[in-house]
Protein backbone atom coordinates (compact mmCIF):
# COMPACT_ATOMS: atom_id res chain seq x y z
CA UNK A 1 0.00 0.00 0.00
CA UNK A 2 1.03 3.61 -0.78
CA UNK A 3 0.52 4.89 2.08
CA UNK A 4 2.31 2.51 5.51
CA UNK A 5 0.75 2.53 8.34
CA UNK A 6 1.79 5.39 11.13
CA UNK A 7 2.64 2.87 14.68
CA UNK A 8 4.40 5.12 17.14
CA UNK A 9 5.49 3.66 20.46
CA UNK A 10 6.56 5.18 23.99
CA UNK A 11 9.90 5.31 22.86
CA UNK A 12 9.41 7.43 19.94
CA UNK A 13 6.85 9.35 21.32
CA UNK A 14 9.18 10.58 24.14
CA UNK A 15 11.05 11.35 22.28
CA UNK A 16 9.03 13.47 20.08
CA UNK A 17 7.59 14.94 23.04
CA UNK A 18 11.02 16.12 24.33
CA UNK A 19 11.17 18.21 21.05
CA UNK A 20 7.73 19.46 20.78
CA UNK A 21 8.38 20.76 24.66
CA UNK A 22 12.22 22.30 23.65
CA UNK A 23 11.02 24.12 21.20
CA UNK A 24 7.68 25.39 22.91
CA UNK A 25 10.26 26.59 25.98
CA UNK A 26 12.94 27.99 23.64
CA UNK A 27 10.84 29.82 20.78
CA UNK A 28 7.97 31.23 23.85
CA UNK A 29 5.64 30.07 21.38
CA UNK A 30 2.02 29.35 23.21
CA UNK A 31 1.40 26.13 21.77
CA UNK A 32 3.40 23.61 19.57
CA UNK A 33 1.69 20.75 17.90
CA UNK A 34 2.64 18.02 16.13
CA UNK A 35 0.40 16.56 13.51
CA UNK A 36 0.57 13.87 10.99
CA UNK A 37 -0.55 15.08 7.26
CA UNK A 38 -3.71 12.75 7.59
CA UNK A 39 -5.18 15.42 10.53
CA UNK A 40 -4.22 13.06 13.51
CA UNK A 41 -2.39 14.77 16.33
CA UNK A 42 0.49 12.77 17.68
CA UNK A 43 1.73 15.25 20.31
CA UNK A 44 1.60 18.61 21.64
CA UNK A 45 2.88 20.97 24.39
CA UNK A 46 1.78 24.45 25.67
CA UNK A 47 -2.19 23.11 24.88
CA UNK A 48 -4.38 25.16 27.14
CA UNK A 49 -7.70 23.71 28.32
CA UNK A 50 -10.06 25.81 25.55
CA UNK A 51 -8.23 24.70 22.50
CA UNK A 52 -9.85 22.07 20.47
CA UNK A 53 -6.34 20.09 19.07
CA UNK A 54 -8.74 17.21 16.89
CA UNK A 55 -10.55 20.22 15.07
CA UNK A 56 -7.27 22.36 14.81
CA UNK A 57 -5.39 18.95 13.69
CA UNK A 58 -7.58 18.12 11.11
CA UNK A 59 -7.99 22.06 9.65
CA UNK A 60 -3.97 22.27 9.22
CA UNK A 61 -4.10 19.28 7.39
CA UNK A 62 -6.41 20.13 5.16
CA UNK A 63 -4.65 23.43 4.74
CA UNK A 64 -1.48 22.09 3.89
CA UNK A 65 -2.78 18.87 1.70
CA UNK A 66 -4.89 22.53 -0.20
CA UNK A 67 -1.15 24.03 -0.17
CA UNK A 68 -0.07 20.99 -1.55
CA UNK A 69 -1.96 20.50 -4.05
CA UNK A 70 -1.65 24.04 -5.45
CA UNK A 71 2.23 23.30 -5.71
CA UNK A 72 2.22 20.40 -7.35
CA UNK A 73 -0.39 22.25 -9.93
CA UNK A 74 2.38 24.64 -10.73
CA UNK A 75 4.87 21.96 -10.66
CA UNK A 76 6.70 22.58 -7.02
CA UNK A 77 7.80 20.11 -5.42
CA UNK A 78 6.48 20.84 -2.11
CA UNK A 79 5.88 24.45 -0.50
CA UNK A 80 7.57 23.25 3.06
CA UNK A 81 6.73 26.20 5.45
CA UNK A 82 3.91 28.91 5.62
CA UNK A 83 2.84 31.21 7.70
CA UNK A 84 -0.57 33.07 9.20
CA UNK A 85 -0.48 36.35 10.86
CA UNK A 86 -3.12 37.71 13.02
CA UNK A 87 -3.69 40.33 15.20
CA UNK A 88 -2.77 38.67 18.64
CA UNK A 89 -1.67 35.22 17.12
CA UNK A 90 -0.14 33.78 14.87
CA UNK A 91 0.45 30.43 13.15
CA UNK A 92 3.43 28.81 11.68
CA UNK A 93 3.30 25.86 9.82
CA UNK A 94 6.44 23.34 8.84
CA UNK A 95 6.78 19.80 6.77
CA UNK A 96 8.84 17.50 8.76
CA UNK A 97 10.31 14.32 6.85
CA UNK A 98 7.16 14.54 4.10
CA UNK A 99 4.68 13.51 6.47
CA UNK A 100 4.38 15.31 9.56
CA UNK A 101 3.65 18.67 10.14
CA UNK A 102 5.05 21.26 12.81
CA UNK A 103 2.31 24.01 13.84
CA UNK A 104 3.55 26.43 16.14
CA UNK A 105 0.97 29.16 17.94
CA UNK A 106 2.50 32.38 19.09
CA UNK A 107 1.64 35.80 20.51
CA UNK A 108 3.51 38.98 20.77
CA UNK A 109 5.92 37.19 23.80
CA UNK A 110 8.16 36.11 20.91
CA UNK A 111 8.75 36.80 17.20
CA UNK A 112 8.45 34.83 13.99
CA UNK A 113 12.32 35.16 13.68
CA UNK A 114 12.85 33.56 16.78
CA UNK A 115 9.89 30.80 16.00
CA UNK A 116 11.33 29.95 12.54
CA UNK A 117 15.05 29.57 13.94
CA UNK A 118 14.06 27.26 16.74
CA UNK A 119 11.47 25.36 14.19
CA UNK A 120 14.79 24.84 12.04
CA UNK A 121 16.49 22.92 14.95
CA UNK A 122 12.99 20.87 16.14
CA UNK A 123 13.27 19.96 12.89
CA UNK A 124 16.60 18.31 12.13
CA UNK A 125 15.53 16.80 15.37
CA UNK A 126 12.48 15.27 14.18
CA UNK A 127 13.70 14.01 10.68
CA UNK A 128 15.83 12.02 12.38
CA UNK A 129 12.95 10.60 14.52
CA UNK A 130 10.63 9.49 12.15
CA UNK A 131 13.92 8.44 9.75
CA UNK A 132 14.80 5.94 12.09
CA UNK A 133 11.02 4.87 12.56
CA UNK A 134 10.49 4.37 8.85
CA UNK A 135 13.57 1.88 8.81
CA UNK A 136 12.04 0.17 12.05
CA UNK A 137 10.47 -3.42 11.30
CA UNK A 138 6.78 -3.42 12.97
CA UNK A 139 6.24 -6.91 13.68
CA UNK A 140 5.60 -6.35 17.32
CA UNK A 141 2.17 -4.39 16.41
CA UNK A 142 0.88 -7.46 13.98
CA UNK A 143 0.32 -9.92 17.30
CA UNK A 144 -1.62 -7.49 19.15
CA UNK A 145 -4.12 -6.72 16.48
CA UNK A 146 -4.49 -10.20 15.38
CA UNK A 147 -6.19 -11.27 18.77
CA UNK A 148 -9.25 -8.92 17.70
CA UNK A 149 -11.69 -11.25 17.51
CA UNK A 150 -15.21 -10.82 15.72
CA UNK A 151 -16.81 -10.32 19.18
CA UNK A 152 -14.28 -7.66 20.52
CA UNK A 153 -15.66 -5.70 16.87
CA UNK A 154 -19.23 -6.71 17.36
CA UNK A 155 -18.90 -5.17 21.37
CA UNK A 156 -17.64 -1.89 20.26
CA UNK A 157 -21.48 -0.83 18.73
CA UNK A 158 -23.15 -2.31 21.63
CA UNK A 159 -26.02 -4.55 21.03
CA UNK B 1 -4.03 4.54 7.16
CA UNK B 2 -4.67 4.08 10.09
CA UNK B 3 -2.43 5.73 12.84
CA UNK B 4 -1.44 3.37 16.02
CA UNK B 5 -0.55 5.00 19.58
CA UNK B 6 0.86 2.46 21.10
CA UNK B 7 2.22 4.93 24.28
CA UNK B 8 -1.51 6.80 24.32
CA UNK B 9 -3.09 2.85 23.41
CA UNK B 10 -4.93 4.46 20.68
CA UNK B 11 -6.45 3.49 16.89
CA UNK B 12 -7.13 6.16 14.61
CA UNK B 13 -8.81 5.84 11.49
CA UNK B 14 -9.99 7.60 8.50
CA UNK B 15 -13.61 6.84 6.81
CA UNK B 16 -14.37 8.92 3.72
CA UNK B 17 -18.35 9.66 2.64
CA UNK B 18 -18.07 9.79 -1.01
CA UNK B 19 -20.76 10.86 -3.70
CA UNK B 20 -22.54 13.21 -6.05
CA UNK B 21 -23.82 16.46 -5.01
CA UNK B 22 -26.58 16.83 -2.80
CA UNK B 23 -27.04 13.10 -2.39
CA UNK B 24 -26.98 13.58 1.47
CA UNK B 25 -23.29 13.23 2.71
CA UNK B 26 -22.89 15.87 5.04
CA UNK B 27 -26.82 14.88 6.15
CA UNK B 28 -24.98 12.00 7.70
CA UNK B 29 -22.46 13.30 9.34
CA UNK B 30 -25.04 16.03 11.06
CA UNK B 31 -27.36 12.58 11.44
CA UNK B 32 -24.25 10.76 13.94
CA UNK B 33 -23.34 14.42 15.36
CA UNK B 34 -26.97 15.05 16.88
CA UNK B 35 -27.06 11.34 17.96
CA UNK B 36 -23.69 10.74 19.59
CA UNK B 37 -23.03 11.18 23.15
CA UNK B 38 -21.49 14.43 23.89
CA UNK B 39 -18.40 12.48 25.63
CA UNK B 40 -18.25 10.48 22.19
CA UNK B 41 -17.79 13.08 19.68
CA UNK B 42 -15.84 16.37 19.25
CA UNK B 43 -16.77 19.21 17.19
CA UNK B 44 -18.35 18.51 13.65
CA UNK B 45 -16.64 21.20 11.06
CA UNK B 46 -17.85 22.21 7.61
CA UNK B 47 -15.98 24.30 5.42
CA UNK B 48 -19.17 25.44 3.27
CA UNK B 49 -20.28 27.87 0.84
CA UNK B 50 -22.79 30.67 1.77
CA UNK B 51 -25.55 28.20 0.65
CA UNK B 52 -24.37 25.23 2.35
CA UNK B 53 -22.46 23.54 -0.04
CA UNK B 54 -19.54 22.02 0.94
CA UNK B 55 -16.22 23.32 -0.59
CA UNK B 56 -13.82 21.06 1.04
CA UNK B 57 -14.67 18.64 3.37
CA UNK B 58 -16.75 18.00 6.35
CA UNK B 59 -15.02 16.34 9.83
CA UNK B 60 -16.48 14.58 12.85
CA UNK B 61 -14.28 13.36 15.13
CA UNK B 62 -15.92 10.17 16.85
CA UNK B 63 -14.72 7.94 19.80
CA UNK B 64 -16.25 4.20 19.23
CA UNK B 65 -14.98 2.89 22.81
CA UNK B 66 -12.22 0.32 23.46
CA UNK B 67 -11.05 -2.88 21.73
CA UNK B 68 -8.54 -4.88 23.47
CA UNK B 69 -7.71 -2.09 25.90
CA UNK B 70 -6.75 0.44 22.51
CA UNK B 71 -9.37 3.26 21.89
CA UNK B 72 -10.36 3.96 18.59
CA UNK B 73 -11.10 7.22 17.33
CA UNK B 74 -12.81 7.24 13.63
CA UNK B 75 -11.92 10.24 11.49
CA UNK B 76 -15.12 10.70 9.45
CA UNK B 77 -14.61 13.31 6.82
CA UNK B 78 -16.87 13.87 3.52
CA UNK B 79 -15.80 15.51 0.15
CA UNK B 80 -17.70 18.25 -1.96
CA UNK B 81 -19.85 16.39 -4.42
CA UNK B 82 -19.84 19.06 -7.59
CA UNK B 83 -17.80 17.68 -9.73
CA UNK B 84 -15.62 21.03 -10.72
CA UNK B 85 -14.37 20.49 -6.90
CA UNK B 86 -12.28 17.38 -7.77
CA UNK B 87 -8.79 18.64 -6.81
CA UNK B 88 -10.55 18.79 -3.38
CA UNK B 89 -11.94 15.09 -3.41
CA UNK B 90 -8.24 13.38 -4.34
CA UNK B 91 -6.81 15.75 -1.63
CA UNK B 92 -9.64 13.85 1.29
CA UNK B 93 -8.66 10.39 -0.23
CA UNK B 94 -5.34 10.97 0.96
CA UNK B 95 -4.83 8.42 3.79
CA UNK B 96 -8.26 6.89 3.52
CA UNK B 97 -9.26 3.73 5.77
CA UNK B 98 -12.41 3.34 4.53
CA UNK B 99 -15.08 4.36 1.69
CA UNK B 100 -18.62 5.07 2.10
CA UNK B 101 -20.33 5.56 -1.30
CA UNK B 102 -23.62 7.47 -0.77
CA UNK B 103 -26.02 7.31 -3.79
CA UNK B 104 -28.83 9.04 -4.40
CA UNK B 105 -31.55 6.80 -4.73
CA UNK B 106 -33.80 9.53 -7.45
CA UNK B 107 -34.16 8.10 -10.83
CA UNK B 108 -32.59 11.97 -11.98
CA UNK B 109 -29.33 11.21 -10.35
CA UNK B 110 -28.46 7.78 -11.90
CA UNK B 111 -25.90 9.14 -13.69
CA UNK B 112 -24.78 11.47 -11.68
CA UNK B 113 -24.14 8.16 -9.23
CA UNK B 114 -22.45 6.15 -11.98
CA UNK B 115 -20.10 9.64 -12.67
CA UNK B 116 -19.38 9.73 -8.73
CA UNK B 117 -18.01 5.94 -8.28
CA UNK B 118 -16.44 6.05 -11.58
CA UNK B 119 -14.50 9.16 -10.10
CA UNK B 120 -14.10 7.76 -6.90
CA UNK B 121 -12.36 4.75 -8.83
CA UNK B 122 -9.97 6.95 -10.24
CA UNK B 123 -9.28 9.10 -7.86
CA UNK B 124 -8.27 6.15 -5.43
CA UNK B 125 -6.11 4.58 -8.00
CA UNK B 126 -4.39 7.66 -8.03
CA UNK B 127 -3.62 7.31 -4.52
CA UNK B 128 -2.51 3.65 -5.12
CA UNK B 129 -5.47 1.80 -3.46
CA UNK B 130 -8.28 -0.25 -5.09
CA UNK B 131 -11.71 0.01 -4.52
CA UNK B 132 -11.68 -3.30 -4.62
CA UNK B 133 -9.57 -4.36 -1.81
CA UNK B 134 -10.04 -1.61 0.25
CA UNK B 135 -12.81 -1.29 2.83
CA UNK B 136 -15.95 0.12 1.08
CA UNK B 137 -19.36 0.10 1.75
CA UNK B 138 -22.53 1.38 -0.42
CA UNK B 139 -25.83 3.53 1.08
CA UNK B 140 -28.69 4.39 -1.20
CA UNK B 141 -30.16 7.31 0.44
CA UNK B 142 -33.43 9.24 -0.33
CA UNK B 143 -35.00 5.79 -0.20
CA UNK B 144 -38.38 7.69 1.31
CA UNK B 145 -38.81 10.01 -2.16
CA UNK B 146 -41.10 9.20 -4.47
CA UNK B 147 -38.94 8.81 -7.61
CA UNK B 148 -36.84 6.47 -5.79
CA UNK B 149 -35.54 3.76 -8.42
CA UNK B 150 -36.10 0.21 -6.91
CA UNK B 151 -33.23 -1.08 -4.79
CA UNK B 152 -32.18 -4.00 -7.09
CA UNK B 153 -31.63 -1.59 -10.05
CA UNK B 154 -29.26 0.35 -8.02
CA UNK B 155 -27.66 -2.53 -6.89
CA UNK B 156 -27.23 -4.46 -10.57
CA UNK B 157 -25.57 -0.84 -11.48
CA UNK B 158 -23.81 0.65 -8.58
CA UNK B 159 -23.11 -2.66 -6.62
CA UNK B 160 -21.19 -4.64 -8.94
CA UNK B 161 -18.62 -5.69 -6.52
CA UNK B 162 -21.12 -6.99 -4.08
CA UNK B 163 -20.10 -5.02 -0.83
CA UNK B 164 -22.44 -4.25 1.91
CA UNK B 165 -25.22 -1.93 0.92
CA UNK B 166 -27.99 -0.43 2.87
CA UNK B 167 -30.94 1.71 2.29
CA UNK B 168 -31.16 4.90 4.05
CA UNK B 169 -33.31 8.03 4.61
CA UNK B 170 -30.08 10.25 6.23
CA UNK B 171 -32.70 12.84 7.22
CA UNK B 172 -34.51 11.01 9.36
CA UNK B 173 -31.22 8.94 10.06
CA UNK B 174 -32.70 5.39 8.55
CA UNK B 175 -30.02 3.47 7.69
CA UNK B 176 -27.25 5.89 8.76
CA UNK B 177 -25.73 4.00 11.56
CA UNK B 178 -26.37 0.44 10.19
CA UNK B 179 -23.67 2.22 7.64
CA UNK B 180 -21.24 3.32 9.78
CA UNK B 181 -20.99 0.41 11.88
CA UNK B 182 -20.44 -1.85 8.68
CA UNK B 183 -17.92 0.30 7.25
CA UNK B 184 -16.25 0.85 10.65
CA UNK B 185 -16.30 -3.00 11.59
CA UNK B 186 -14.61 -3.42 7.78
CA UNK B 187 -11.80 -0.88 8.89
CA UNK B 188 -11.22 -2.83 12.25
CA UNK B 189 -11.21 -6.39 10.58
CA UNK B 190 -8.55 -4.83 7.72
CA UNK B 191 -6.06 -4.14 11.04
CA UNK B 192 -6.42 -7.79 12.32
CA UNK B 193 -4.86 -8.96 8.97
CA UNK B 194 -1.73 -6.68 9.53
CA UNK B 195 -2.43 -4.42 6.26
Known amino acids: MLNPQLALYDQELSEIQAVADKLHQDSRARTVLIVDKNGQMIAASGVDAQLDTTSLSSLVAGNVAATGGIASLIKEDEFTGQYHEGKEISVHMTIVARRIILVVLFDKNTTQGLVRLRVRKADDALTAIFESLASKPQAAQEDVFKEITDEDIDNLFGP | ?195
Open chain 2, 1 to 195: MSFINYSAREINCKLVYYGPGLCGKTTNLQFIYNKTRPESKGKMISLATETERTLFFDFLPLSLGEIRGFKTRFHLYTVPGQVFYDASRKLILKGVDGVCFVADSQLERMEANIESLDNLRFNLEEQGYDLDTIPYVIQYNKRDLPSAVPVEELRTTLNTSDVPDFEACAVTGEGVFDTLKALAKQVLTELRKGT
